[in-house]
């Protein structure tokens, strides 16, 4: 499964760092390269929602220049995909008062004096201490389902609130648990009487239901892998 489609399934929220080469010869607030990442995440969002992709409710994209506009909408009117022409793709602040279940959050920001344009908003909580960034706050909050966040992570990191950002994201990266297949471990066994009574009263199939359900609560797939390939104490090996 491409990794992309893999996050859109299993995380609400995921961070995507693109570096763009030194040498790129565009505006300062343009990044085409970003342009590019976000229409293949745009695509791969599409496929998983073909069967009822809306264009006015399920993606939104988030940019802080006017200028990345146009580049993103030729970006993903390259994909060939008429429906996806119609998402809106706009500044935080023309996106107050609207939702997507699915909003990408593209940064731009090439160079470290373009932070000062991005935090400008941010003020100093007084109850917690804590500084808030009321763009980054009102991007977050659009999202009904995932935030996709596009951006150069060590340009962004220079400023408190996006590392902190970035390090959580790094940090809750569990999206699946892979477990052993042992679902026929008892056939053709004989480790004696008592073990052999021991073995065949152990649920398995119990076992595995509760932890896929559990985990689905948290977003987090159960996977079973037979490890034939790894361990030759699999029932599955030859």
């Known amino acids: 499964v491409n990794w992309t489609a ?4 299993h995380h609400r929220v995921f961070f995507v760092s693109c570096i763009p080469p ?3 010869d565009e505006p300062d607030k343009v990044n085409s390269l970003e342009a590019k990442l976000t229409a293949q995440l745009v695509k791969y969002a599409y496929n998983e929602h073909a069967s009822n992709f809306n264009a006015y409710s399920t993606l939104g994209i988030i940019v802080p220049y006017r200028n990345q506009i146009a580049t993103m909408r030729a970006a993903i009117d390259q994909l060939n995909i008429p429906v996806l022409h119609n ?3 706009d500044t935080v602040e023309r ?3 609207s939702q997507r279940d699915i909003i990408i959050y593209s940064f731009t920001a090439k160079h470290k004096y373009q932070l000062q344009f991005l935090t400008n908003n941010e003020y100093v909580d007084k109850r ?3 500084i808030i960034d009321r763009k980054l706050n ?3 909050t659009r999202a009904r389902k995932h935030l996709v966040l596009l951006g150069n992570a060590p340009l962004l990191a220079a400023d408190i609130t996006f590392s902190r950002l970035i390090n959580y994201c790094k940090a809750n990266d569990i999206h699946t648990v892979i477990i052993g297949d042992i679902t026929n471990i008892r056939r053709n066994k004989n480790l004696g009487k008592v073990t052999n009574q021991k073995l065949h009263a152990l649920p398995y199939a119990k076992i595995y239901g509760m932890l896929e359900y559990k985990l689905a609560m948290h977003g ?3 996977t079973k892998q037979t490890e034939e390939y790894s361990s030759q104490c699999s029932p599955h090996a030859p």
């Open 22 to 24: 030194d040498d790129l």
């Open 128 to 130: 917690s201490g804590c």
């Open 87 to 89: 998402i809106t793709i």
């Open 95 to 97: 996106y107050q008062g």
């Open 220 to 222: 987090i797939t159960l």
């Open 6 to 9: 893999r996050a859109l399934r």
């Open 138 to 140: 009102v991007a977050m």
